[in-house]
């Protein structure tokens, strides 16, 4: 990202635009450079809220104690 970044001619983007140009130019090239190089991880939600740390008949007997 930071190569890709370095190519861009900064003084040419900028040339002759007004300050809200230039920011809406700078952050669309940002924007779609972190698209291109930084990857994405999908977190499962299910897995956020389950407790990996207590063992399946611990789990079971929490079920079994809630019911009663």
């Known amino acids: 990202m930071n190569a890709e970044l370095k190519q861009i001619n900064w003084d040419d983007e900028f040339a ?11 952050k669309q090239i940002l924007e779609n450079s972190i698209q291109k190089n ?11 809220h389950k407790n990996p740390w207590i063992a399946k008949s611990t ?4 079920l079994r104690r809630n019911k009663a």
């Open 59 to 62: 789990k079971r007997e929490i």
């Open 16 to 26: 002759g635009k007004a300050t809200e140009e230039s920011w809406n130019s700078f």
């Open 38 to 48: 930084v990857p994405v991880k999908k977190v499962d939600q299910t897995a956020m």
